[in-house]
């Protein structure tokens, strides 16, 4: 809009921002120095025009994290020195229920996403990875996202940033408590993380690729005839329905 034009205008008459490869803005020195006396850290642009792209993302996603209150620690925070470490794609590491967990997103790339396995194969320092994904299409009975050095993966919709800061502090027996209007108790099963009577209840808002594995396997056994819920979030149905069916 015409308003926000005439402020970017006033800032660039200013010496805060100018524009970078015609269809970026960046920020100046002046206005690096002015946000490091705000105790606010900034790095130089990148001039590799192909990596933008990627910080534009990783800025956004910040920006939604920050919304709701979960801090990300950037990738080049985290990266040492070796080609090892910073030739990955990982964006950075967040804390979710006070588990740590590395941070990937995967498109709608075959090729692409196979870099995304390998780079979390070879990880030895995270049991957990939250993949966040435009698309739950990522995810079939063949490409699975079940990495064997992991105990969670977890696949997040991007639009969907909000409801894993509620995720986050939430109370999963209060929630269970709340859905059913009854008290749950301690499930016998490790699967399963309550019950009520003889209804085992999963609670999994976002899909666990782990946790699906897992399931299957409990299920093709045959161990019981006791009923399972899993409470998810809408978005996820017809991918667990398929998940879990096709095994």
Excluded at 17 to 43: D, G, H, P, W
Excluded at 190 to 216: C, E, Q, S, W
Aim: charged share 30%.
């Amino acid at each position: 809009s015409s308003y926000y034009q005439k402020r970017l205008q006033q800032l660039k008459n200013a010496n805060y921002i100018n524009r970078y490869y015609r269809v970026y803005i960046k920020l100046t020195l002046t206005a690096m120095r002015f946000l490091e006396s705000q105790n606010i850290k900034c790095e130089s642009p990148c001039r590799n025009k192909a990596y933008i792209d990627r910080l534009v993302y990783i800025s956004r996603l910040g920006i939604e994290l920050e919304k709701v209150n979960i801090p990300i620690k950037l990738s080049w925070e985290l990266k040492g020195k070796n080609y090892t470490d910073w030739s990955r794609r990982f964006i950075g590491e967040i804390e979710i229920r006070n588990e740590k967990y590395i941070v990937y997103n995967a498109r709608d790339d075959i090729q692409y996403n196979r870099t995304i396995h390998f780079d979390i194969n070879k990880d030895l320092d995270y049991q957990n990875v939250l993949v966040l994904t435009e698309t739950l299409d990522i995810i079939d009975n063949r490409k699975k996202f079940i990495f064997p050095n992991k105990v969670v993966s977890l696949i997040v919709p991007e639009s969907r940033i909000q409801e894993l800061g509620k995720y986050n502090t939430l109370s999963i027996k209060e929630e269970i408590e709340k859905y059913y209007n009854l008290v749950p108790e301690e499930s016998d099963y490790n699967i399963a993380d309550y019950k009520i009577g003889d209804t085992n209840i999963i609670y999994m808002p976002f899909i666990d690729t782990h946790r699906v594995m897992a399931l299957n396997s409990f299920f093709s056994l045959a161990m019981t005839d006791s009923q399972f819920d899993i409470l998810t979030l809408e978005d996820n149905l017809d991918k667990l329905i398929e998940l879990l069916s096709k095994e």
